[in-house]
């Protein structure tokens, strides 16, 4: 490192909002591209680097200013890639498994109500949803659409489509309420 770039951590180090932002502006892309090589995808490489960057400028009193700063953010912005991708096989997990046991649940449910009342409700309350909301709902129940997939054909993050996802549940389970008092385990997996 040059004697400009040990006085340019020193001064972030000390709380140099100037010097962070130099350090932000010289390294972001190449850590951005370095990240999207592990992830390929483009809004969480994004995500993930700025968390990082934030994190820094957290803990920049331990930033020691002999340091390769570009070496230290780069393994710092690959672990929080890696915990990234950690969480995302633990929430999938869930997911499938919520996904799997609410459509047993409801077939379990359906055989015991008159298809075509519960059927219209369900309709109701889909067609009650916010667009995008009933957008993505639909496109991963009755397309069965993977949630990468909904958010590539919307241009939209992954996060995104776990976010609509998460509100239609929680407001079909709202809307079907008086349904699913007959039958507890759906309640409580929705």
Request: aromatic share 12%.
């Amino acid at each position: 490192m040059s004697l400009n770039e040990n006085q340019l951590l020193a001064a972030f180090a000390n709380g140099d909002r100037r010097a962070f932002e130099h350090l932000f502006k010289e390294y972001y892309n190449g850590a951005c591209r370095y990240v999207f090589r592990i992830l390929r995808d483009e809004d969480t490489c994004e995500e993930i680097v700025q968390s990082t960057f934030v994190n820094l400028w957290e803990k920049r009193e331990m930033i020691k200013e002999d340091i390769n700063f570009k070496s230290y953010l780069f393994r710092a912005a690959y672990n929080t890639a890696l915990n990234y991708i950690k969480h995302e096989k633990v929430v999938n997990k869930y997911v499938n498994n919520k996904q799997d046991s609410i459509e047993i649940s409801i077939q379990s449910y359906v055989s015991h109500q008159p298809d075509f009342e519960l059927q219209k409700r369900i309709d109701d309350a889909i067609e009650g949803l916010p667009p995008q909301c009933q957008k993505v709902f639909r496109m991963s129940r009755e397309e069965g659409l993977k949630y990468h997939e909904i958010a590539d054909e919307l241009h939209i993050s992954k996060k995104t489509v776990e976010v609509h996802m998460g509100k239609a549940l929680k407001l079909l389970r709202t809307q079907l309420q008086d349904y699913l008092v007959f039958f507890l385990p759906l309640v409580v997996l929705l």
